[in-house]
């Protein structure tokens, strides 16, 4: 059983660039969930979903887009990249309002 | 606003001895607390959960106490060993809504 998985590991890009996310989880949960993690500050909801084709923001969505079409993918988009965007981004699940399942993250620098 | 923070960046403790995190929360409408523990390189990791209608709630090695009267709870790990050795986060969210709120965490260092 793989929980969840992210893609890719790490990515290096250059500002401006478009650069889409990818999160699949195989434990057919509801919800899914995208974080941001820098130091000093902790966890940061950018956006959710609580059933496949429906979305919400979090705390900090600006410049960044999901879409969630089936119950196993929650990709993250970030349609042009801003070096502010270098982060450590984590996605997640959970059945219901429950604990959430972390995947691995994707560590993403912009320059 | 929403908050959940904790009092203390970095804890070190005796191998052996108990450990007592601590973490406080604005938002009087949480009512469901996750802590996690999040080991270098690695996602965060759930621990034990309480929902508002308890004080305290006891897993393996660790209790998680809820006071709601002053907002705080506390993740207590019994007989601490290296490997809890990690940054621990509390989350809360509000009754209803998937929109958890993480705190900053607290770095525990296990001592030989």
């Known amino acids: 059983i793989a929980g969840i998985t992210q893609a890719p590991t790490s990515q290096i890009l250059a500002a401006g660039r478009r650069m889409t996310l990818r999160c699949t989880q195989d434990m057919r949960h509801n919800a899914m969930y995208w974080y941001r993690q820098d130091l000093g500050l902790g966890l940061r909801l950018i956006h959710y979903s609580n059933t496949a084709g429906t979305t919400g923001k979090g705390e900090v969505p600006d410049g960044y887009s999901v879409s969630r079409a089936n119950t196993d993918d929650f990709p993250l988009t970030l349609a042009s990249a801003v070096p502010s965007q270098t982060s450590v981004y984590f996605c997640?699940?959970?059945?219901?309002?429950?604990?959430?399942?972390f995947g691995p993250g994707t560590r993403l620098t912009v320059l | 606003g929403e908050s959940v923070g904790l009092h203390l960046p970095t804890l070190s403790v005796q191998e052996g001895d108990n450990s007592i995190i601590n973490c406080a929360y604005s938002?009087?409408?949480?009512?469901?607390f996750i802590w996690y523990k999040q080991e270098s390189g690695k996602g965060p990791q759930f621990i034990i959960d309480i929902r508002s209608n308890m004080d305290k709630r006891q897993g393996q090695r660790v209790t998680v106490l809820l006071n709601k009267t002053v907002k705080h709870l506390s993740l207590q790990i019994a007989a601490t060993q290296p490997g809890d050795s990690a940054v621990y986060f509390c989350a809360g969210s509000p009754s209803g809504t998937y929109k958890y709120i993480f705190g900053t965490g607290t770095r525990l260092k296990v001592l030989a």
């Open positions: 938002n009087s409408a949480s009512d469901y």
């Open positions: 997640a699940s959970s059945q219901g309002y429950n604990e959430q399942f």
